[in-house]
């Protein structure tokens, strides 16, 4: 039989060995919390995280995707800026600004999207633009 003071001691090191094993276990480090030099940092309403030129701010889609997420989520003090799409509609909205499609139709029609809060696109729609990716994560 074991005596109580060596199973007091015994309980004291497990919970010692338990408390050094939660501490072993985190989330995954991100890299770059802090976008580089010329970038900036946005996420969408799926989570994901996107690393943006700042050139693109001078885009319309931007302007008005910012103005949205100022009305919807309003200006964030501690956090992170949320654009109101997805990843898949942030996704499509930076090829067209990257690839400088200077089209007013095609432009013309994503403010339209934006404005109708269609912010979202499938899989299929993009299947074309696919090999090109910004660093979301």
């Known amino acids: 039989m074991v005596s109580l003071k060596k199973l007091i001691d ?70 992170p800026i949320t654009l109101p799409c997805d990843a898949a509609f942030l996704e499509y909205a930076v ?4 690839r400088s499609v200077a089209v007013e139709a095609l432009e013309k029609a994503l403010l339209v999207s934006i404005a109708s809060l269609q912010c979202s696109a499938t899989a299929e729609e993009l299947s074309y633009y696919r090999q090109i990716f910004i660093h979301g994560f």
Do not use: C, N
């Open 95 to 98: 090829l067209v600004v990257q």
């Open 10 to 79: 015994m309980a004291r090191k497990w919970k010692k060995m338990a408390g050094i094993g939660r501490r072993t276990i985190s989330l995954p480090i991100i890299r770059h919390r802090v976008a580089d030099k010329g970038h900036f940092v946005v996420y969408t309403t799926d989570k994901k995280r996107f690393v943006v030129p700042l050139v693109y701010l001078r885009s319309r889609i931007f302007k008005e995707l910012f103005r949205m997420s100022e009305e919807e989520f309003g200006l964030p003090k501690d956090g």
